[in-house]
């Protein structure tokens, strides 16, 4: 399984000199198969460079997953190269989020006065599969899913493959119980044993102080999730819009030294745009 970042920013792009380092696009991560198989999870503005290089490598079949249809996860879609090809097909995870299904969420977004072009007047050939929910493969990877304690339908994934697994937690608030949370223990049980979590953190414990129940979690919730979960790395994600590569720099420090007083060997950094590992 090799995996690839192609946006780790939350709530919206950015850019600047400040923000070179980790990137300013808002989450898209691609996901290879040993099979061949691509898989796409959120559509944020990183979308759009991904579309780019499946071109330029000829990638013709994609599935996707939704973690949610917030702006800065669905953002990017019309900006997605392979659309505009006859001979693409990208097979969508059909599902509601708040009452909606994955096509007519894609269709409020691509229609006037938000869009000019249409969902139905795209050449590639999409397709809404209700398969891809709970527990299923995509070729070689076994896919499971837990809702995430964030906006209803929300979710987060474990990607296994030739026993190694993947755990990808963006917008997910540990330190509040929203609707449809799980319990600590759960997500813990969800990411036990993980070769590598991506998850949410999104503040620092001052930061959190007054943006709690806002669904996204303080550092030092995502550190005792990793340390009682026993998971290999643990990656930084949905970085904050305002964060500077040398306050995001200085929080993966903070982490690093955490593990060492714990006398834990995790190994953990922050999630940057064009970061990949193969499992």
């Not at 993947?166 to 929203?178: I, K, P, R, S, W």
């Not at 819009?241 to 040398?246: E, G, L, S, V």
């Amino acid at each position: 399984m090799r995996i690839k970042c192609w946006g780790s920013r939350g709530s919206i792009s950015v850019s600047g000199s400040n923000y070179v380092k980790y990137g300013g696009d808002t989450t898209c991560l691609e996901i290879q198969a040993d099979s061949g198989e691509i898989i796409i999870i959120d559509a944020g503005t990183g979308i759009r460079r991904l579309g780019k290089s499946l071109a330029r490598r000829q990638k013709k079949e994609f599935y996707m997953l939704l973690t949610h249809t917030h702006w800065d996860h669905i953002l990017g879609i019309p900006f997605f190269r392979p659309l505009l090809c006859n001979q693409s097909s990208l097979i969508v995870q059909d599902r509601t989020f708040e009452g909606l299904s994955s096509k007519e969420v894609l269709e409020e977004v691509l229609k006037d006065p938000f869009f000019p072009v249409r969902l139905e007047n795209f050449h590639a050939n999409i397709q809404f599969d209700i398969a891809l929910n709970g527990a299923f493969t995509i070729g070689s990877i076994s896919v499971e899913s837990i809702p995430t304690s964030h906006s209803m339908n929300s979710l987060g994934y474990k990607f296994t493959e030739n026993g190694k697994s993947f755990v990808f937690m963006t917008d997910n608030e540990l330190g509040y119980a929203h609707a449809q949370s799980r319990t600590l223990q759960e997500y813990i049980d969800f990411s036990r044993g993980a070769d590598i979590l991506f998850h949410d953190a999104e503040y620092t414990d001052e930061e959190y102080t007054c943006k709690k129940g806002w669904g996204h979690s303080s550092v030092s919730h995502v550190l005792d999730l990793a340390m009682k979960a026993g998971v290999g790395q643990l990656g930084l994600i949905h970085i904050n819009q305002d964060r500077t590569d040398d306050q995001m720099d200085a929080m993966v420090s903070h982490c690093r030294r955490f593990f060492k007083d714990k006398n834990k060997s995790v190994h953990c950094y922050g999630v940057a745009c064009d970061f990949e590992v193969t499992l």
